[in-house]
């Protein structure tokens, strides 16, 4: 399908500093829409390992699955669109259909037999135009966890980081070390499992 060069800065936020970007942009409930991202990996994580991630993303009715992996800047994202029948196929059965991103696994010297479905998590997502930018307002729940997150996808970093610091300092909101969904997916997997 496609390959781009993602570049988006995080911030995490509080349930109140969440609400207060709502209220600052006119948000309301009607503006969010749900998605669904599963996650999937070898059992020793070798993706994690190799800095990257392997998804299925639904939204919209749509199915995409996408590999990102580290770039100079940002991030490179492999897509490639499934129908519902491919997607039962991967999260059941964990047949990947060929294509771009089956062919960019095995390039990294993935063994794509070894994959499983890690996990899956669900964002309401309010995503609007913000000075040449997309910022996007995430609230996501995952193994009974939730968190709140602010996103500004750019096409120029310098310019975009800009914009984003000079929207939180607006807000009085402080900038904060943000790791991204599956990081944060994991990380949550890893200290449940560590407390059984």
């Known amino acids: 399908m496609s390959k781009e060069i993602e570049i988006e800065f995080k911030n995490m936020l509080t349930k109140d500093e969440f609400d207060k970007i709502n209220n600052a942009l006119s948000l309301t409930s009607d503006d969010f829409f749900q998605q669904e991202n599963h996650y999937f990996d070898t059992d020793d994580f070798y993706l994690k390992e190799n800095k990257s991630a392997l998804r299925i993303r639904v939204k919209n009715g749509k199915y995409v699955l996408t590999l990102k992996e580290p770039a100079e800047v940002g991030l490179l994202e492999t897509h490639q669109l499934l129908n519902a029948v491919q997607v039962d196929q991967v999260i059941h059965d964990l047949n990947f259909p060929r294509g771009e991103v089956t062919n960019r696994l095995h390039e990294m010297g ?12 669900k964002t309401n997502r309010a995503e609007l135009p913000f000075r040449g930018g997309l910022l996007v307002m995430d609230h ?13 996808e750019v096409s120029d970093f310098q310019n975009g980081e800009e914009i984003f610091l000079e929207f939180l300092s607006d807000l009085k909101i402080p900038r904060r070390n943000t790791e991204n969904k599956i990081q944060r997916f994991y990380k949550e997997k890893m200290r449940l499992s560590n407390n059984l």
Request: net charge negative; proline share 0%; aromatic share 12%.
């Open 110 to 121: 993935t063994d794509i037999e070894r994959l499983q479905l890690v996990g899956s998590l």
């Open 140 to 152: 996501s729940s995952y193994l009974n966890k939730e968190d709140f997150e602010l996103e500004y």
